[in-house]
């Protein structure tokens, strides 16, 4: 079964993507075609972009268990590994519950305060912290949960991914 919520994060990385890819394409051309007036705002509009690009790709990752991982720690005996696996896990979720508590504080923050080019409030901008730490904590969540299940029906953790 797809997730929707996978394919609505997909559509969003592929829409903030396809905004990113025509604003420095604008951007590009303005300055090959017209030298003298500087488009500020491309460049401010661009990282802003790249931040929800991130904030909505992360989770997927999340999901996919796409991250980093260190093989050495695969080497440890079954029991120890289950254990630094479980720990491992909680940290994580812990983490991105953390973010998500005070992604919205900082957002807060960020109502009184505007964007230097574009004018919007900085809101818009840092509302992305916490969107990333609640979709993040949610698949961390789901992946826990399905590592457990996993482990009772007598999985193997070393093949665990």
């Known amino acids: 079964m797809k997730d929707p919520l996978e394919k609505v994060l997909k559509a969003g990385v592929f829409i903030v993507f396809a905004a990113l890819i025509l604003v420095v394409t604008?951007?590009?051309?303005?300055r090959i075609?017209?030298?003298?007036l500087s488009q500020i705002w491309t460049e401010?509009?661009?990282r802003f972009l790249f931040i929800y690009s991130i904030a909505l790709a992360a989770p997927i990752a999340m999901k996919r268990k796409a991250y980093v991982n260190i093989d050495l720690i695969n080497k440890l005996p079954a029991k120890l590994l289950i254990i630094v696996k479980i720990i491992i896990e909680i940290l994580i979720l812990v983490l991105f519950a953390v973010i998500?508590?005070?992604?919205?504080?900082?957002?807060?923050l960020g109502t009184i305060q505007r964007a230097p080019t574009i004018k919007i409030p900085i809101a818009i901008v840092f509302v992305t912290i916490?969107?990333?730490?609640?979709?993040?904590?949610?698949?961390?969540?789901?992946?826990?949960?399905?590592?457990?299940k996993y482990l009772k029906a007598g999985g193997d953790v070393?093949?665990?991914s």
Do not use: H, R
């Open 100 to 108: 998500f508590y005070y992604g919205i504080k900082f957002t807060m």
């Open 158 to 160: 070393k093949s665990w």
């Open 26 to 30: 604008f951007q590009v051309f303005s």
């Open 130 to 148: 916490p969107v990333m730490g609640a979709f993040m904590t949610f698949y961390c969540a789901v992946n826990f949960i399905k590592f457990i």
């Open 33 to 36: 075609l017209f030298p003298d």
């Open 44 to 46: 401010e509009v661009t």
